[in-house]
């Protein structure tokens, strides 16, 4: 089984940039990540196929964040800008480890079967 090591999560001011990393221990496919903030059920945030299809983002985070992958290291990365108060949140990298053909983003926690174990994002106001 596929296991991951995500780091990147800290306290940041509203306005600041993060990068989360997620390393994965084998081979992957499609990629993404979610978040689980206070009170509320895990989103999704961004997506990246393995086939090369995409990116694909939650309208929230469309033109703030971006989704980056590096294969040789197994490797998938969120590029976070402009972060906002509710952008706090438990992030979490998710993999699917068997390939996928279909069309769209995949943005659902069921299109996935191997996760992280989170990171947390705090934005202060």
């Known amino acids: 089984q596929v296991q991951f090591v995500e780091s990147g999560g800290q306290l940041v001011q509203a306005g600041g940039s993060l990068r989360l990393s997620c390393v994965a221990s084998?081979?992957?496919?499609?990629m993404g990540w979610f978040r689980q903030g206070p009170g509320k059920e895990r989103e999704f945030v961004a997506g990246?196929?393995?086939?090369?299809?995409?990116?694909y983002y939650a309208d929230s985070v469309l033109g703030r964040f971006t989704i980056s992958r590096d294969n040789a290291k197994n490797t998938v990365y969120l590029q976070m800008n402009t972060l906002k108060p509710e952008d706090t949140a438990v992030y979490y990298c998710?993999?699917?480890?068997?390939?996928?053909?279909?069309?769209?983003?995949?943005?659902?926690?069921?299109?996935?079967?191997?996760w992280g174990q989170g990171t947390q994002v705090t934005v202060s106001s």
């Open positions: 084998g081979r992957t496919y499609d």
């Open positions: 998710a993999a699917d480890t068997a390939p996928s053909r279909g069309g769209g983003p995949r943005s659902n926690s069921y299109d996935y079967d191997s």
């Open positions: 990246i196929r393995w086939t090369g299809a995409g990116p």
